[in-house]
């Protein structure tokens, strides 16, 4: 495999009648090795591809985060979707404070291009995600572009609900959990933007789910956003009501669910990623 | 709760309709302070006690693992099952040596109470387990000790089926993944056995699933074991046939199947750890 995709596998596991695998590759859009998971459901051993939903993780988190603790395998193995699950930013860009704060640089990629020095160069998750990424893995593995969904926790909401808005022809699906909706307004979203963008505000627009519907981007399909009443950041990162306001304002069909009790961790994710992939599975027509 | 039940919890997670804890106490068993998971599901909240499995971890892993990594949480809640998930071994007990070694000491207590020096004082996870933890936490806890089961995995899955054979009264059902069945003749097993108790076999055999049968020790409830076929560790450490072997001539009746290209991971577990939960369930009157 490695010499016709460029793709090395680092670990297979049967799991749920399919199979998780872990792959690394030199991607050149980021310039380094970049690690990706993915969970092929039993279907796609059939011949005939899968539709294929993309799990965007959040600070601190890698390539195995979602897979490991979102529970999500029996209820894709049962739908017959696959996952694929990238990291949250690149790795050893050797950039001076990349691994000093757990909210910027390693770990905390934002699924943007930074168009700012240093970073510029090797922080490009946007167009790892958005291009070569899914090109990358859909040529080597039975999944199907045509039918492709786009979900994510934390900064992984924002990433989601960022990607899916902004090319709706790619990503035929959304949801997120407890997303950052609005980074230009809260303090990890700002120290990102303003870090990996520069000073600008009219260059943040485009890396916001609340300022894209404002400008007029929206998706044809319902997006699902769940998000914890309990949850620790919720008042001071997250603000799902802005998303909210805007998604009415623009015409968005947004299902915004609160819940009771739960928290930021993926102990809530769990709890309700079978009705995710389900959501994903429905707009999918797997 | 830490004045009345002697327990400090550390954390709290809504999941699934109802809460993860984890907690911490003194426990006069092992000397030392000990942490342990639960997860109470949704009936637990409506008054009433629920019937309760304790799921055994494997090597290396803590208290945490099997919470996070077998996915079980969302099978248990639908079924009204709690799960307790105890440490592998006392943490921090100064013997040297004790961190050496990934299976042995730190990680790898074998659910025994150990009689030689300098391992007797602290590594007692035989007693932990089959006294003083379902004791502590039942007191605390809406759990049914009328209706309790034991589950585990690899070193866990020798945990539960030694504990469930010796007090079958008291472990209502046993099921395991991928269990050393027979430490007496397999490399960790001699190990652990031989510096936990000492050189005379005879000391083994209460300690040994397979030979615990073989000495007329039997349970009343058909036991369920899941095997991968692809499992690294199954001829060497594993050699379920042992069981089988030993369940036909003492007449216990043993579900044990086998599964082509299953491997020894949580991948392993959390595909068949549903069918564990039912089987518990269905013999535990849930």
Redesign the interface.
Known sequence: MTETTGLTLLEE?????GR?MFYEHASSVLGLPARFGVFLPPAAEQGGKVPVVYALAGLTCTQETFL??A?A??EAARLGVALVTPDTSPRGAGIEGENTDWDLGTGAGFYLDATRQPWAQHYRMGSYIAQELPLLVEAALPLDGARRGIMGHSMGGHGALVHGLQAPLFWKSISAFAPVVHPSVVPWGKKALSTYLGPDHAAWRAHDAVCLLEDGYTHPAPILVDT?L?DQFLQRELQPWHLVTAAEKAGQVLICRE?E???H????V??FV?DHLRHHAGLLGA
Do not use: M
């Open positions: 596991h049967r799991a749920h009648g998780v490991i603790k529970t395998l029996a914890g309990a819940h009790g739960y928290d961790s993926y102990w809530f769990q709890s079978a």
